[in-house]
């Protein structure tokens, strides 16, 4: 089976990225033919600086690298690197009612927040349809919010195939329910945007910092506590198997338990968590070249499988005259 999900360059990646995204992705490199990529297109609808956008795809590629996605088992490349896929954006682009665009929620949102849109932000999912498209993926592993970008996909995919004869895969969502919304700092869902994010690869200072900053409740320190309502009890769970977390409930309830103190164990839980992968990391990032030869051989692999789907496209739509 083959499972395709990709991530924006657009900033520093945290613990929801991780565990949301990051990690069930690496696993599937175990069972499914994995496919693997940094959106750097779409990345371009958010971000104008271009020397950023050149440095976060190289972290977010040192990111997945250091925490085990395997370019031998995986297809893992950047998105412009395989240029067809803007090709097949175009002609997608003729099978995708406006109405359907305007639609969608994250165009909605971004207009509410007072972006002036322009067209790459109005058309961002039909992108993100020829990405999945192009590869034939059957299975797409995505948070709910992406879930109405599947469905547009599905939409252009059946379409098409309608129209011009069986030529694409369609592709299923894998929306893990059991995935829940990793709280920030705040309290609100942990995003790159909102400032309130504790970074995998962090530097030790800045994330204990954001650890003790995290948001409780005013409960006095001996009165019992919910563990439901704490944000520092929802981000150790991550942490934590079902035994260690069901005595830290107990901790909670019982009383006599100071925010403080699990904020410490949080923090020394996470940084113990990913030392491994920082070591990793740092031994990537210290072979000069290593990176963009694995991207480089990824796009290749990512090219072959796209090469079949592009030249049957161009055939059913009257390309090759
Ligand atoms: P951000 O909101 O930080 O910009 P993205 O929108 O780029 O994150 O999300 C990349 C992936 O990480 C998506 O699959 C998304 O569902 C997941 N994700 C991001 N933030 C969280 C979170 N706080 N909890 C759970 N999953 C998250
Ligand atoms: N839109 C996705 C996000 O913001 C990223 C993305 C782009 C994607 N192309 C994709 C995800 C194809 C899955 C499949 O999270």
Known sequence: MRVLSGIQPSGTLHIGNYF????????????????????????LTTVSDAEALRRDTVEVALDFLALGLD??????????????????????????????LERAHSYKDKLAKGFKPHNGLFSYPVLMAADILIMQANAVPVGKDQKQHLEITRDIAMRFNHHYGETFTIPE????????????????????????????????????????????????????KDPDKCNVFALISLFMDETEKSQLAERYRAGGLGYGEVKKELFARMWEFFAPYRQRRAELAAEKGLVHEILAKGAAKARDYAAPTMEKVRRAVGLNY
């Open 20 to 43: 949301a995204m990051m990690r069930p992705m690496i696993q599937h490199q175990r069972d499914h033919t994995l496919f693997c990529f940094i959106v750097n297109y779409h990345a």
């Open 71 to 100: 370019p031998d088992k995986a297809v893992f490349w950047v998105q412009s690197d395989v240029p067809e896929v803007c090709e097949l954006t175009w002609i997608l682009n003729n099978q995708t009612s406006v109405g359907l």
């Open 173 to 224: 969502p894998w929306i893990d329910d059991h995935t829940a919304i990793v709280p920030g700092i705040d309290g609100q869902k942990m995003s790159k945007s909102y400032g309130n994010t504790l970074d995998i690869f962090g530097d030790e200072k800045v994330i204990r910092k954001k650890v003790m900053k995290i948001v409780t409740d005013p409960t006095p320190l001996e009165d019992p």
